[in-house]
């Protein structure tokens, strides 16, 4: 499978905001689920939000009431909005996309650093 296309980190100051893309490969019904995760520096990965084709979404609690999760799913992209951002949401921010096959594809990455 072709690796997903992040985009829409950058630096900002705490109490910014900044929204994430990322656009997957293949057909509208070949994708189940789309997320995003993190990875802090010296951290393990972690779940940010997901959501599924019909549109059920699950978000870490970290980032509940801050950041919305959104998917369009005839174009293969989901979407993550962040407000409110502090400094501990800065990390490296890794789309991830589950297809119908059991393939499970991360992107590369996106740095997304809030400064204080």
């Known amino acids: 499978q072709v690796q997903p296309v992040e985009s829409g980190g950058g630096l900002v100051q705490a109490g910014g905001s900044l929204r994430l893309s990322c656009a997957a490969a293949?057909?509208?019904?070949?994708?189940?689920?789309m997320g995003w995760f993190r990875q802090a520096p010296g951290k393990q990965r972690e779940l940010v939000a997901s959501?599924?084709?019909?549109?059920?979404?699950n978000y870490a609690d970290s980032g509940k009431g801050r950041f919305t999760i959104s998917r369009d799913n005839p174009k293969n992209t989901v979407y993550l909005q962040m407000n409110n951002l502090k400094p501990e949401d800065t990390g490296l921010y890794y789309c991830?996309?589950?297809?119908?096959?059991?393939?499970?594809?991360w992107g590369q990455g996106t740095q997304v650093t809030v400064s204080s």
């Open positions: 959501i599924t084709r019909a549109g059920r979404i």
């Open positions: 293949g057909s509208i019904f070949s994708i189940n689920v």
């Open positions: 991830n996309v589950e297809y119908s096959s059991g393939s499970v594809i």
